[in-house]
């Protein structure tokens, strides 16, 4: 049987507590900008630039899908995301990590407003493009993160 150095699980300890830390703090932001968005903001005013609260019934840019078909979609996603974490061991990376934490917390931080209210509460508006949070924010950074992952830095590519 093949010994595992005490430090390879320190350094395990110190990846996971900093994925974590940073998986509930976006989510905070997420969660507590969303009920600020709630309180401070009247439904449906419509300014071109800043804040405008608007409840999302829908998909991704207010498409409209049956709720059911949201929340497969939803677990779809999140398996196929858990099952390439394992697969591609990318938790041993901070820059991974970072991503994971980035598009976790978004999508979770979706889910619970679907949960709870049945819709997404989306309150950032810029001129012609859809209504958003920052839990969207969060998914594209990491998908944005992810792109430059495994297409730009070398040691992203040979994990591929």
Partial sequence: M???????????DKIWVFFAGLFVVLLGADQ????????ALALYQTPDFGFALTHNYGMAFGLSLPTWSIY???VAVLAVGAWLVVKNKLWRD??????LALLLSGA?????????????????????WPTF??????????????????LVREEGVSEI
């Fill in 2 to 12: 093949k010994s595992i150095k005490k430090s390879t699980f320190r350094k395990f």
């Fill in 32 to 39: 507590l900008t969303k009920t600020w968005a709630e309180d």
């Fill in 72 to 74: 497969a979609i939803i």
């Fill in 94 to 99: 901070h820059w991974h990590l970072t991503g």
């Fill in 108 to 128: 979770i931080g979706n889910l619970i407003d679907r949960v709870r209210f049945g819709y997404v509460i989306d309150f950032i508006k810029i001129y012609w």
């Fill in 133 to 150: 949070n920052l839990a969207d924010v969060f998914i594209v950074a990491a998908v944005l993160l992810f792109a430059w992952e495994f």
